[in-house]
């Protein structure tokens, strides 16, 4: 699938913390350990499958004092991972083990649904999903595969109106309006998959979100190159009247941003060339990868940046 979630940014609290409860406790991989480009002073974890595949990135920045945010429209809700169906009850129990807060399973979609939150409250789900057990999962601490996170299941956005946002869903990144429940609109793309589902949430009068510590700072949809990516560019110019960003180098993907109609951030992320180009597969995450305008201050960064013990 080349449409859908490339990846989702978020931001935390404390560095150790972050990467304790979302390597241990959620049993990611971290695929990546870098840098905040434009703030080098601050990490950008980047949390995924095994090989860091589109669709099942979670990234963060993690600043040790950042105050909360505060959720509302113009603003990701809920980010939520995919699980297979017969393994939500295993991770209920995990939940209540590891004193992780989460809410009791219910259904949403015709599917089960285990929300929950991070330690800095940012607002997560695991979906069981009819399949997922077919795909691969990742033996992870005391994780056993058949019960892992398989990637993205969708993200819900908060809203003031689902025309606009829905327009550029399914006009620039292949989405269609597939169902509908209370006051939530389901876009997806074609076809069953990792990130495939963004859920268009509407609250009209509700107030602004303010990012901060458990805010998700922008949803990055997924380009197979940087033909793909200029066609999605012209598209929103042409039929919407957006403009973006240039494009930057993100070193894994090139990227350009832009606000859609209702305020939430959007991104366009290439899939290509992926967390593969600086580091062997089997030693992702392992060690500090910097861009090579901040090589010359590596030494002066490796002292600033927080002990992750």
Do not use: C
Request: glycine share 12%; hydrophobic share 40%.
């Amino acid at each position: 699938m080349s449409n859908g979630i490339h990846h989702v940014t978020a931001i935390s609290g404390p560095a150790r913390r972050n990467l304790g409860f979302y390597a241990g406790i959620l049993g990611l991989r971290l695929v990546k350990k870098t840098v905040n480009f434009d703030d080098p002073g601050t990490y950008h974890f980047y949390y995924g499958d095994e090989a860091g595949h589109p669709g099942t990135l979670l990234t963060f920045f993690p600043w040790e004092t950042a105050s909360k945010g505060q959720v509302g429209t113009g603003e990701t809700f809920e980010t939520a991972f995919r699980v297979p169906a017969a393994a939500i009850g295993y991770w209920a129990q995990r939940f209540v083990e590891k004193g992780v807060a989460h809410e009791t399973p219910a259904r949403r979609f015709g599917e089960p649904v285990l929300s929950f939150r991070d330690p800095d409250g940012m607002r997560l789900a695991l979906v069981g999903v009819a399949g997922a057990e077919s795909e691969p999962g990742r033996e992870a601490a005391d994780i056993p595969a058949e019960m892992a996170i398989r990637g993205f299941h969708s993200v819900t956005l908060l809203i003031e109106d689902a025309q606009p946002t829905g327009g550029i869903l399914a006009d620039v990144f292949g989405f269609a309006e597939t169902a509908s429940e209370g006051t939530t609109v389901r876009y997806q793309v074609a076809g069953e998959g990792q990130g495939g589902i963004v859920d268009l949430r509407v609250a009209p009068g509700f107030p602004r979100g303010n990012l901060g510590a458990a805010s998700v700072h922008h949803v990055a949809f997924r380009a197979a190159d940087d033909a793909a990516q200029a066609a999605m560019v012209e598209r929103l110019v042409a039929n919407h009247g957006l403009r973006t960003t240039r494009q930057k180098d993100r070193a894994y993907f090139r990227s350009v941003y832009f606000h859609e109609p209702n305020g939430v951030l959007f991104e366009i992320a290439t899939d290509v060339p992926g967390f593969a180009v600086d580091e062997p597969l089997a030693g992702l995450g392992q060690s500090l990868k910097l861009p090579a305008f901040l090589e010359p201050r590596r030494a002066t960064l490796e002292r600033v940046l927080p002990d992750l013990g």
